[in-house]
């Protein structure tokens, strides 16, 4: 079943400053070209290279940054009698699945109820000057919560976060009813190359990566033949170069410089 979702946080994504994910890349290409001296020497990276090195430090940043992550809420539809759904890609945690309805499995709209609606009627219409109000409220939706509990206002899931199938357990009962799920997606790459807080690790980390694989590449030959003694390449300075930068970008990350939220307190 292919995802029916019809509102999410996942849209097209756009700048303050109007600027595209090809600009933004390109930007970071050509921070890690003019670190490398290129136009000055000969930098013997391709464009794939650049690439591949700027994927490799978002893919280290998504698995060690907590803010490569974001939450959001998004609305699906359920399908009579179907259960399983596979939701977009950059989903990659479904916490909860939350309902209109505070029990009934067939009927989309469900009971509808405005708890400072009711309030204002029962304070100021039904016993003006008396007392009850705040307690009517709170008697309700306790009421609401066993109901939900009893009649299956909740609804148990399971979420496959590799192939992205979401499985409801109890069968929908009929079509339309549209349910509110609140998710942690992996933030897209254009907002990542926008937010001044990871923006410059992201830079730093890919000229390393592409430092490093320079690196490797001079590190075949040491010495090209020429006039006199040659020309003496260095290959091997720059991967020791490369790793202790790249060292030092993942500290930072473990001391959150990026925005990232700390870890809490662990008990046992």
């Given at each position: ?8 946080a ?19 290409f ?34 060690r ?49 405005e ?27 306790g ?13 148990n ?112």
């Open positions: 079943m292919t995802n029916n979702i019809i509102e999410t996942l849209s097209s994504a756009e700048t303050n400053s109007g600027e595209t994910l090809k600009q933004l890349k390109t930007g970071v050509d921070y890690v070209r003019l670190r490398l001296a290129d136009d000055i020497v000969d930098v013997e990276l391709e464009p794939k290279h650049y690439e591949n090195a700027l994927q490799r430090a978002i893919d280290v940043y998504r698995t940054s907590s803010n490569a992550f974001e939450e959001s809420y998004s609305y699906l539809v359920l399908q009579n009698d179907v259960q399983e759904y596979t939701l977009p890609a950059e989903i990659t945690e479904v916490r909860q699945i939350f309902r209109r309805t505070i029990g009934s499995s067939s009927n989309a709209e469900g009971t509808m109820f708890p400072f609606e009711a309030g204002y009627l029962n304070c100021y219409l039904l016993t003006a000057g008396g007392v009850g109000g705040l307690l009517t409220y709170e008697l309700y939706t009421y609401q919560q066993l109901v939900a509990k009893m009649f299956g206002g909740f609804i899931f399971t979420f496959n976060t590799v192939t992205k199938k979401l499985t409801i357990v109890r069968r929908p009962q009929g079509s339309g009813e549209i349910v509110l799920l609140w998710t942690f997606n992996l933030r897209p790459l254009i907002y990542l190359l926008s937010d001044y807080r990871c923006q410059t690790w992201i830079k730093e980390y890919t000229y390393s990566i592409c430092k490093y694989t320079l690196g490797e590449a001079r590190s075949k030959f040491a010495q090209i033949v020429g006039p006199g003694s040659g020309t003496q390449l260095n290959g091997e300075a720059l991967k020791a170069e490369a790793k202790e930068e790249m060292t030092k970008a993942e500290l930072d990350l473990r001391n959150y410089i990026d925005g990232g939220q700390p870890l809490w307190f662990v008990l046992g």
